[in-house]
């Protein structure tokens, strides 16, 4: 019947509606969309990343003390055992694994052809071990989709600082340094099947700068990875969230600007992203296990200070929750194992995820500003809810509010403005028949995959 209306009376409606508080959804203007590979990498929600390297075994080496690097013989893990691994990155609910094949140190956890300090010339496995291929074996295994750090920005063996610079007195100059990485990154990504996710921890140093000229390759042989700081014209990047504490911010958008031009190498200002970037590129939020010595990204001792599950669970709500996806640093010690007190933790989080948010009171979806979501006749106790947009429809979601039927009205129990791939707010227990997510402002018609609300223990 709309279409019937007259200019004037069109006019009179839309003052009436925005005079009495109706959202005002406004048409999506060109949509940033993610990749497949995106989707898929949000869906996962929760990764793992493993550090191995030279500092587990010789404690006081610094990288940046150039000459002075450990030789190959000292790295011996004896029991090493990729599969145990995996299985403590699964119990904590991980999907994705990716593990730091080179750190700062420069030595290579499979037997790289690019130079000697390797795998092939250490005692362990007699010199004809790869724990790369050992990794991605035990990820197939337990179905979890590998991914691979490969750094290009620090290499204490070749006297390479970051951004990935060579430093004088060095046993090679840039350009054999840039052949070195390109032949690095082409082993690892041509020998070891499909990659989920692939990071530069630090950025990659432009080749306009003197660096690698490495989008091209990753183009070629990973092109469905998702990157992890890697160079700006490179497909499906996601970017660093500003801290390694678990913390992601708020507002967090899967949108920015900064990433466009930054490389990685430099800090963005932007770390919440922005509603109306023109880039995909959402956040991962990387925290390890432990603390102390090394940031707590390697085993030095089982005096090292270990979060608690209730700190775990809190960086679950803090990034997950925060629509960033959570990857948790899990060391492993000079056996070549992840710390059995390590395991347990790992263990007790997973539990205690699927305890939490697996059986909700109430769940719906839908399309609009107003999805309602009735529980029961009677009123229930409730504590939490989970809101998720579909990401492959975009980000439209800007302000909202979720409100309770409490004392015969309606009165607003959690409010936001980002949401995206995942929302988790808490609030204090109430009682109530019926909720509703009002969405007040957005960018096109709202898409609500899940609008979910559950009872957790406090």
């Not at 692939?198 to 306009?208: E, M, S």
């Not at 989970?386 to 015969?408: H, M, P």
Request: hydrophobic content about 35%; aromatic content about 10%.
């Amino acid at each position: 019947m709309l279409k019937f209306l007259t200019r004037s009376t069109l006019f009179i409606a839309l003052i009436f509606a925005t005079a009495f508080g109706y959202p005002q959804n406004k048409p999506a203007q060109d949509p940033v969309l993610p990749s497949e590979s995106h989707v898929q990498w949000a869906d996962a929600e929760i990764g793992a990343i493993f550090h191995l390297d030279m500092p587990v075994f010789v404690p006081d080496y610094d990288w940046r003390h150039w000459g002075t690097q450990p030789p190959a013989s000292v790295f011996n893990p004896t029991k090493l055992n990729t599969d145990q691994w995996i299985r403590a990155a699964k119990a904590a609910g991980a999907k994705y694994a990716v593990l730091v094949a080179k750190h700062c140190s420069g030595f290579s956890l499979w037997p790289t052809k690019a130079h000697e300090y390797s795998v092939k010339n250490c005692p362990w496995e007699n010199g004809k071990g790869d724990i790369v291929a050992d990794f991605i074996a035990s990820c197939k295994k337990y179905g979890l989709k590998p991914g691979i750090y490969a750094s290009a920005s620090a290499n204490g063996f070749l006297y390479v600082d970051n951004p990935g610079k060579v430093q004088p007195g060095g046993p090679v100059n840039q350009q054999e340094y840039n052949a070195i990485v390109r032949k690095q990154l082409t082993e690892l990504w041509s020998n070891y099947g499909k990659l989920f996710e692939i990071w530069f921890d630090g950025g990659v140093l432009p080749a306009k700068d003197g660096g690698p000229d490495i989008a091209p390759l990753l183009k070629k042989l990973q092109p469905d990875a998702v990157v992890f700081q890697g160079p700006a014209d490179a497909k499906n990047l996601i970017r660093w969230i500003g801290n390694e504490n678990g913390l992601a911010p708020y507002p967090n958008w899967a949108t920015t600007n900064r990433a466009i031009d930054a490389n990685g190498t430099l800090k963005p200002d932007d770390m919440s992203g922005s509603p109306n970037g023109k880039l995909w590129c959402p956040g991962e939020t990387d925290f390890p296990l432990r603390s102390g010595w090394q940031g707590g990204w390697f085993w030095k001792s089982e005096g090292q200070g270990l979060l608690t599950p209730d700190q775990l669970l809190n960086n679950y709500i803090t990034s997950v929750g925060r629509n960033s996806n959570m990857l948790i640093g899990i060391v492993i010690d000079s056996s070549g194992l992840v710390p059995e007190k390590d395991v347990q933790l790992l263990q007790t989080f997973g539990d205690e995820i699927k305890n939490r948010f697996s059986s909700p009171v109430a769940v719906t979806h839908g399309k609009g500003s107003l999805i309602e979501l009735n529980i029961s006749k009677d009123p229930q106790p409730v504590n939490s809810i989970i809101i998720a947009e579909d990401i492959s429809k975009g980000e439209r979601i800007r302000n909202y509010l979720v409100e309770a039927w409490l004392n015969d009205q309606w009165q607003t129990v959690a409010q936001g403005e980002s949401v995206g791939h995942k929302r988790i707010q808490t609030f204090n227990r109430i009682d109530t028949r019926k909720l509703r997510l009002k969405i007040s402002n957005s960018e096109g018609t709202p898409q609500v995959k899940e609008f979910a609300v559950f009872n957790t223990r406090e």
